[in-house]
């Protein structure tokens, strides 16, 4: 069997139109959800990027894993998705990033892999290394008749010829749509795919390949080529969430505040200048039409992959997962980018397809699923042990249709708001780099946010689903506060890492628990 895990940066778990979108159009995912299972309330359990790919990667939650922030090292005694199916005789090969920084304590002080939080997962072969530099895809530009790709800037590629793209307004790059990041890694999987069939012609297949493309977007800068950038109109995005005025959003808690004082516009439109919150609401109207062009290409190019694996002969034989690490605000709350509490940021798209289970095509499950169930499902499809320490739940049974007698009633996430190289938030907040960070407990009836160094919000979803008023404080709701603040805390006592702490030593020799019923 094949495996092929996908995961897109930054794609938000609404923006499906098999998922409903009022505007956004996803005919090939739609088209791979009827032949799969869709999860519809999956949930990243981190951001930014590195710590939500690595409770992705490793099984774990973020308290576990303790890859708190771009650039905190991935401690090399956790086992990964790509050495355990190593283990399993395959060669685990990436095209793109997993963003993963290596560990210090394994290494020279003078290896340059040192210097750089866009490391390899351990147990992934690098086929195509898509760095921030994007160097890779640049010089394949320089092929395709853009001889300057090497040598200008890589931010004006993506800014329009006439100057920046500021007031955003979906003006296109320099680079046509055949030419995307995108369409750059799909053509390269398939080169590789076709010397994984000659392989198994000459007998030395192995059990199937596994790949994993790891796609930049639709994370930003904010661009994209035609038609994709004027597919949506800013005048079709729907309303936003919150209050629609920053100065309202930013009272609500300090680390919003914080927040609007701190991201650029740089951040999200190449070469802009000054705070995002100078945008109007029609600019982030504007830039979210952008983003779902951004989606539409993105899902176009996969439609290109879905074609090669069926002429291919291996879509009968390939399990598919696609996903995200995690969310997008893209103008709700006023924010855009991946930050703090909101759902926005970390609900995000789950589609898995096992090659063999019609009678569960087009299933929609709606119960709450995190980004650590990746790898135990993968473990558990691929007939393999699931280590008893790990944080997710295997998702098998949804796939294939057995009865689920006990299942969570809540989803959780943490964010670090922690900076130990520039110590912007730690000098903003006067904490130390520890107390910087929050842990949420998020069900259908409320959100409770948990911070070590400030204070805590609860929301009420069923009577405020947009998470506008903060309850915290209201005496009325003192019981649910500390009713909630127990659940938080006993999540976290039943997750402790328990690595070692499932085994005992007996005189029978080593037990483990899920062999003594204990789990």
């Known amino acids: 069997m094949n495996y092929l895990l996908i995961t897109a940066d930054q794609w ?32 990243a359990n981190a951001a930014p990027c590195s710590p939500a790919r690595a409770c992705l990667y490793t099984g774990l939650y973020q308290m576990n894993n303790r890859v708190c922030m771009n650039g905190s090292p991935l401690s090399s005694r956790h086992d990964t998705l790509a050495l355990a199916f190593r283990r399993l005789g395959y060669n685990p090969t990436l095209f793109g990033y997993t963003d993963q920084s290596a560990d210090p304590a394994q290494l020279s002080p003078q290896d340059p ?42 931010a004006n590629f993506h800014v329009p010829p006439d100057g920046v793209d500021d007031p955003p307004a979906g003006k296109a790059p320099v680079y046509a749509a055949e030419h995307t990041e995108t369409a750059f890694l799909v053509t390269e999987f398939e080169r590789w795919l076709s010397e994984q069939q000659s392989n198994k012609a ?21 661009a994209v080529p035609e038609p994709f950038n004027t597919m949506y109109r800013a005048e079709q995005v729907p309303p936003f969430h919150g209050f629609g005025q920053w100065q309202k959003e930013a009272a609500q808690h300090p680390l919003l505040e914080f927040l609007f004082g701190n991201i650029a516009k740089s951040s999200f439109i190449a070469n802009a200048e000054g705070l995002a919150r100078e945008w109007s609401q029609q600019d982030l109207r504007a830039i979210a039409a952008i983003y779902y062009g951004l989606v539409s290409e993105v899902d176009h190019q996969l439609g290109r992959l879905m074609h090669m694996l069926k002429e291919s002969g291996e879509w009968q034989n390939t399990v598919i997962v696609f996903t995200s ?18 759902d926005q940021s970390y609900h995000i798209p789950l589609i898995v397809r096992v090659p063999g289970n019609e009678d569960r095509h087009g299933y929609t499950v709606d119960r709450f699923t995190e980004a650590v169930d990746i790898f135990p499902t993968l473990l558990q499809l691929a007939g393999a042990e699931v280590p008893v320490h790990l944080d997710g739940l295997s998702l098998a049974p949804w796939l294939c249709g057995t009865p689920v007698e006990k299942w969570r009633d809540a989803v959780h996430w943490e964010y670090d708001f922690r900076d130990v190289a520039g110590l912007g938030a730690e000098h903003y907040f006067n904490l130390p780099s520890q107390f910087c960070n929050m842990s949420v407990h998020r069900d259908q009836d409320y959100k409770y946010v948990h911070f070590a160094g400030l204070e805590p919000l609860l929301f009420d979803l069923q009577s405020d689903p947009q998470e506008n008023i903060n309850l915290v404080n209201d005496p009325a709701k003192l019981g649910v506060r500390v009713d909630y603040a127990e659940r938080l805390l006993r999540w976290r006592a039943s997750h402790l890492d328990q690595s070692l702490a499932l085994v005992a030593l007996t005189p029978q020799g080593v037990v483990k628990a899920n062999e003594s019923g204990l789990s």
């Open 325 to 342: 690490d995690h969310g997008e605000q893209l103008g709700d709350h006023g924010l855009l980018g991946k930050y703090g509490f909101y």
């Open 113 to 154: 892999n040192l210097t750089s939080y866009e490391g390899l997962l351990p147990g992934f072969d690098w086929r195509v290394k898509m760095s921030d530099d994007q160097k890779v895809w640049l010089s394949w530009l320089t092929t395709q008749g853009y001889p300057d790709a090497l040598s200008a800037p890589l």
């Open 202 to 222: 000459d007998g030395r297949g192995g059990p199937g390949w596994f790949a994993h493309l790891s796609f930049i977007r639709p994370h930003p800068p904010f």
């Open 12 to 43: 938000r778990g609404d923006c499906l139109s098999v998922a409903g979108h009022p505007v956004v159009r996803t005919p090939n995912l739609d088209q791979l959800a009827s032949e799969a299972v869709r999860f519809d309330r999956h949930y």
